[in-house]
């Protein structure tokens, strides 16, 4: 599966950016997908989460719970992050993930996601 993520840049403080993350070749196997965020010095922090068939559950880092948005389209090869009241300590580079099946106590730890976007910054200024 491969991952490309985009629509980062910069905000300002209470603003919104939406993120997008298409995933190409065999992305069947993607039945998880996510995000993830890194600042400098820091270790990759869970975002949030989708499962990509059946209902589409949704799962958020308490961080972002009612700011934070995870979607998927029809096709079910891209995920939307619908950012909104953006803050400052929002600020880091965006990377979206994926897994073929993650247990549920698992789902915002990074290694257990296979496969990874590049990266998308988002800065967000006050």
């Known amino acids: 599966v491969q991952l490309q993520a985009s629509g980062g840049g910069l905000a300002q403080a209470g603003a919104s950016l939406r993120l997008s993350c298409a995933a190409s070749g065999q992305t069947f196997s993607a039945g998880f997908m996510g995000w993830f965020r890194q600042s400098p010095g820091e270790e990759r922090e869970f975002v949030a989460a989708?499962?990509?068939?059946?209902?589409?559950?949704?799962f958020y880092a308490d961080s972002v719970k009612g700011r934070f948005t995870i979607s998927t389209d029809k096709s079910k090869n891209t995920i939307f992050l619908q950012m909104n009241d953006l803050k400052r300590e929002d600020t880091a580079v965006y990377y979206c993930a994926a897994s073929s099946r993650i247990i549920s106590s698992q789902i915002g730890v990074p290694s257990s996601y296979g496969h990874w976007g590049q990266g998308t910054q988002v800065t967000v200024s006050s």
């Open positions: 989708i499962t990509r068939w059946s209902v589409g559950s949704t």
